[in-house]
Each structure stands twice: as C-alpha cells, then as structure tokens.
C-alpha cells in the first residue's frame, strides 16, 4: 500500500515498484493497492474490487491531497474500498509504505487483520496521525517497522518509536548497467536548492572541450535553470522524473553531479551506471567544490574510474533482489508472532458445566474500593456467578480474605493482583500464592508471574483513559501474555475494547473479561461463559471456547455508587 498516487512519479513509488518486481521474482503473488487520477486506472479499479480478482497494481481511490503536516481527513469511501481490498485479496502480509501521510497505507494498516509491516521511505513526511494516542494505535497494528536507511530510520522513531529494520532503498541493478563505452558526458542534477551546485559545475565546464552536459530535472515541475550562452550548444535540458528515463541518461554518463537536495536514489542508480559522482563534503557551503571535483575527474581517467568502480562494487548489494530477501525474513519473522490456531474440533472439558466467570473485580483493599469480601462473596453467588478473580490493585490481601470467605462454597475465587509496572501500565496476576510488588518493569512483573506458576493477564490494553503498556512493549511480551482483556465493562469508550478484541484476534490470545467492579451493583457486567475448571491448566484450556458476555450497565450510576461508597468512608474514618 502506498499514498502516493501512482499515475504520477514518487520514490516511495519506485521503491514499492522495485520491491513489488523482485519478489514476484522470487515466488510471490504480490498486489500493489494505490490511489490514482487517471480515470481509467480508477474504473480497472473498481472492477477489480468487484470481482476480487486483484493483481499487479490496482487503484483504489483517488489521490487523496498529501501534506507533511496538515490532519487531512480520509474519505469514508476510501476506508471502505481499502477494507474490501483486504478482503478479497486474504493476503498473507499487508506492507504499508509512509504511514504518516494520511492516505492509503494508513488506512490499510489500521484495517488488516494480518500480519503488518510499515515502511518508512520519505522522512519529510511524518506529520500525520497529529496525536499521540492516535500514533500509539498504529503503532499496536504494526508488527514490523522497516526504514530505507539509518537517517530515515533515526528520523521516523522520533515519531514512531520501536526497532527498525534498516533495508537499502533499492536500484534495479539490470536498468541501470552501463554502455560499454562512456560519453564525455556530465549530469547535473538541478533542484530549487541546489542552484549554486549547478552553477559551479556549469564553470567547470567552459575549461573542458569536447565535453557536454544535462542538467537533469528529477522532478516534473522543477525551476527550469539559466544556461550560460557560452554554453548553450554544449549543455542540454532532460526531465527525467521516471527511474527508466534515467537510466538511458546515466548509462552513457561518465561523470555525475547530484543536487545536496534532489532525488536520494540518484546516487545509487549512478553508482550502479559506473558513474563518478561528485559530492565532496561541504559542497553546500562551498559550491567550488564542485567545479574542482568536475575538473579532477575530467582530466584523470584514472581517478574517475576507480571511484566508479568502488561506488558500483558497494551499490551491488543495494539491489531489489537483495531488499526483497531482507523483506522475506521480515514478514517470515513478523508471522512468527501469531500464536498457533487452536483446534475446536473436540471440546476441552466437554463434561464440564458452564459457569459465568468474572475475571477483574476489586474489594475494601483496593485504595478506591470499599466492597467487603463476605458481601462480594454472596452478592457474586446471587447474581449466578460461578467464579470470579479478586485482583485489588497492589495487594493481595484481599484475594486470600476471600478465598478462604468462599470455602465449602459452589463459587471458585481465583486469587489475583493488579500490578502497577513502573511505566507500562498494569498487569493482572491469576493464581498467585503471594503478592507481587508494584513499581517493578513489565518485564519483571510478567517474571514474578510466572515464578508462582500463574497467568498474566493483562487488563484494559487501549484504555487510554488509564496508565497501559506502549505497543512496543505488549508487542514484544507478546509470547509472556496468556489472556487479553478484550472487554472491560467500566471502560468509558467502548472502542478501546474493540480495538484489544482486533489485537487479540491478530495474534491468537486467549480473550479475558471482567467487569472491573469497585461497587457490588457492578459485579458481573463483564464475564465470560466458559467450562468449570480447576486449577490454572483447566482455566487456559476452559478459556479456548469461552464466550464474552457484555452485560454492561450505566457507568455513570456505577462510577456516583463508587464516589458515594468513598465519600462515607472518608466520613466515617474521620
């Protein structure tokens, strides 16, 4: 997926094109979805989409306006189109390029219920999402994050923070062979900032006979620059704004002189050409430079060649072929997170009841809970409970008074804590047999979980209305997680349950629910239907084919029940 339309030339669309070429090459069925202004592109399109037959490059939306910084809104018609893509096509791995323009790729990876990876090509365009949260949920949706070169990568994680995969930006090492034989040819590249450059190798030219130039416009609609008229039979005007436009220029050059602010992949195609390039350090400060580096490669073939030479010896690993090899251990590892899909085939526990289980409900230990655990106990029994966890925020005090307060009783109690981790939000420990100290990193927490043989389970992952892990960090725990929270009943937003059902779904996490209850009128507004169980194992395999029930009531009575509760312990204690 690229923003970028495709009827009009981009780099990021020459990397994706690249990318796209060389791993048909290797075996893959691959389809690139973008946006597009040419009507007919927009019709094949739309037909594609109707018939799902989806192949080679497909449009599926106008170009929407791109901006580096302004919030532009994206068409409902194009989410629309853009989920029905992702439908049809069941691809295996969906590949946005540019997340932070609004467009497409944005869009795409937001609605892929697959493995995602995000590609970062243009580090001039990261001002989009504009909020914080709104980059943190793409982020959660991004199973990969890959950049075209360590400056793109250092760049793109001021916005996008995490563990970039630096691959090259990738030049079709078959175009771009050189003739057998070099011109007395000089290219210039010509960019709005990039004047004096162009100037100074212009000056160099006058002392070089039988020499010519092009100054080359990269992009279609760049400033056309003055010729001396010196010069004029000497010095020719090309557009090459396509990567096979250039390649017929570069071929025959001997001698390339890029813009310090033009077409990054220039360099490489040039390189891949066997053409010297001049780039000396400071050049932009000090355009001479320029002029000497022209006149030193003009005059010494030898010089020339050698830097020809070690450029294209270190440009060949920069191939489409090669990124695509990288891509390929990129997407095989992004897949590796999944968990295994489970077989339902034959019911676990199939001679089991079914109990309606609660899974997060605090007591009076909790800081901001006054429940006592005897009243928890029977109002859980009268409501039909047939198991609860008592997970009080930082305690366990509270989980042990009424486990023991359930004994001879049909009501299971998992004792549990809610943990507050240093800085990664809170983790829910199940089955513990002593409490866990708060503060600690998630890492740690999940460690002390696991060291009393329990179950991590994390509570309210989207909630941002609450302290929750970055996607970094549930991403990279995710193989720690054995239960997601995918409904929470005290959530103001019921999208941010949505969102940690999508992300539950994507990886193959067992789904928790629970009411969250700081008041008794709350227990039970978030449950689940599963098997009886005992113990640990028989509640992770009882959970497989566990239902959520949403039995939800209002949060505004439930949240004043709970002020009123705190407000008549302050007066009592006082």
């Known amino acids: 997926m690229t923003p970028y339309a495709w009827s009009v030339p981009h780099d990021t669309n020459e990397h994706v094109a690249g990318v796209a070429e060389a791993l048909r090459a290797r075996g893959h069925t ?57 439908r049809r096509g069941d691809f295996d ?18 609605e ?28 959660a949706r991004i199973d990969r994050l890959v950049a075209t070169g360590e400056d793109v990568a250092e760049r793109a994680a001021t916005r996008f923070p995490g563990a970039y995969t630096v691959v090259p930006a990738g030049v079709d090492l078959d175009r771009f062979a050189p003739a057998a034989t070099k011109d007395n040819l000089i290219v210039v590249e010509t960019a709005a900032g990039g004047r004096p450059v162009v100037r100074a190798a212009l000056r160099a030219l006058r002392d070089l006979d039988g020499w010519e130039a092009i100054l080359l416009r990269t992009a279609p609609l760049a400033a056309r620059p003055s010729i001396p008229l010196g010069l004029r039979d000497r010095v020719h005007l090309r557009t090459a704004a396509r990567s096979e436009a250039r390649a017929d220029l570069l071929r025959d050059a001997a001698i390339v002189v890029p813009s310090p602010e ?34 030193r490669f003009a005059e010494d073939g030898e010089a020339r060649a050698r830097d020809a030479d070690r450029r294209r010896a270190a440009v060949a690993s920069s191939s489409f072929e090669a990124v695509a090899r990288q891509l390929e251990r990129v997407y095989v590892e992004a897949q590796g997170r999944k968990r295994a899909s489970r077989d339902h085939a034959t019911e676990p526990l199939a001679d089991r009841d ?13 800081h901001d809970c006054s429940i006592e655990p005897e009243a928890l106990v029977d109002h859980a029994e009268s409501e039909g ?25 049909e009501l299971i109690v998992i004792p549990g804590e809610e943990v507050k981790t240093d800085r990664d939000g809170e983790v829910i420990g199940l089955f513990l047999r002593e409490e866990i100290p708060r503060g600690m990193p998630f890492a740690d927490t999940v460690a002390a979980i696991r060291e009393q043989e329990g179950v991590v389970y994390v509570p309210h992952p989207f909630d941002r209305m609450h302290s929750i892990p970055a996607p970094a960090t549930l991403h990279r725990h995710l193989p720690e997680i054995d239960v997601l929270e995918v409904y929470n009943a005290r959530l103001l937003f019921d999208g941010y349950n949505d969102e940690a059902l999508r992300f539950a779904r994507k990886y193959g996490l067992l789904h928790g629910a629970g009411s969250d209850a700081h008041v008794l009128q709350g227990v039970g507004t978030g449950a689940l239907r599963m098997r009886r169980f005992d113990g640990p194992e028989e509640f992770l395999v009882s959970l497989r084919t566990a239902t959520v029930l949403r039995r939800p009531k209002s949060l505004a009575l439930l949240q004043s029940l709970k002020w009123v509760a705190q407000m008549k312990e302050r007066v009592g204690s006082s």
């Open 30 to 86: 691959v389809v690139v979805l973008a946006p597009s202004s040419r009507s007919a592109d927009l019709l094949a399109g739309r037909r594609a989409l109707q018939t799902g037959e989806l192949e080679g490059v497909v449009a599926v939306s106008r170009a929407v306006p791109v901006s580096p910084r302004a919030a532009v809104g994206i068409p409902v018609g194009v989410r629309a189109n853009v989920a029905t893509a992702l």
């Open 93 to 110: 791995v969906v590949h946005g390029f540019d997340p932070a323009v609004a467009g497409l790729a944005y869009v795409a990876l937001l």
């Open 112 to 139: 892929a219920r697959t493995t995602t990876v995000a590609s970062f090509v243009d580090p001039e365009r990261l001002g989009f999402p504009p909020r914080k949260n709104q980059r943190d949920r793409l982020l």
């Open 262 to 295: 033009g077409l990054a992949r220039l360099r490489d195609e040039a390189a891949a050409a066997d053409c010297a390039l001049v780039e000396p350090h400071g050049v932009e400060e000090q355009p001479e430079l320029a002029t000497a580096g022209v006149l």
């Open 354 to 366: 079914w109990i309606v289980v609660d899974l997060h409900m605090h007591t009076r230990w909790s």
């Open 385 to 409: 409970l047939g198991a609860i966890a008592v997970t009080d925020h930082n305690v366990f005090g509270g989980a042990l008074e009424t486990v023991a307060l359930a004994q001879g009783r």
